[in-house]
């Protein structure tokens, strides 16, 4: 399997460092937390900021990687040797030149969606709208499709605020006289203690805000 990162591109300054000088970075502490279950990627989209105005969360190019570095910040950007972030660790992604996809991938704002989304190659040229990409679970996906057989309108992995924490919904279904959060995980993700625990004040929370 093929695996593709999807990563956030902020602005036009690091469209053109992966365009022309052929690299990309994230954090590691970043990556680390957010990545490390499906690495390395084989591959990398870019999902373009609010900065791209017209083409902003609009997903055209993607690339191959080569090499992944672990690197100091200044050693990216020499300028900033000295500061405290110029002693961060991040990794470097090493790229290919850029491609264009056949048909540009639909996003929506960054606020509603993870910063990076591990993907495949497969979905990734199949997909219409980033709720196509996710690839957690092949019951995820069954339900996904069956949502769009019945053409009920929904989202994935929603992000949400409850208590200064964010959570992200599996499903999100937005209804005439409510919101509906449907979770797909199996029964022995959710049998330890700690977890029920966590669960329940996830729900209870979530039914404040009429879920």
Known sequence: MKEVLIAFLPNHADLTIAR??????????????LIKPRWPPQWIAFRPGPSFALDSNLIRHYTQVIEIRSVLYESLFPNLSGTAKGNKLYYQFMLSNLQELPC????VPRGNYPIFISTTLEKL????SIDDLYDSSPLEDILWSELNRY???AKRQYRIKLQGQFYFLDFAVFCQNGKINIETDGQAWHSTSEQVAR?????TLLSFQDW
């Open 104 to 107: 540009p991938i639909v996003g």
């Open 125 to 128: 040229f199949a997909a219409h």
């Open 20 to 33: 022309d000088r052929h690299w990309y970075r994230i954090p590691v502490d970043k990556a680390d937390k």
């Open 151 to 153: 053409r009920i309108p």
């Open 199 to 203: 669960d329940n004040l996830r729900d």
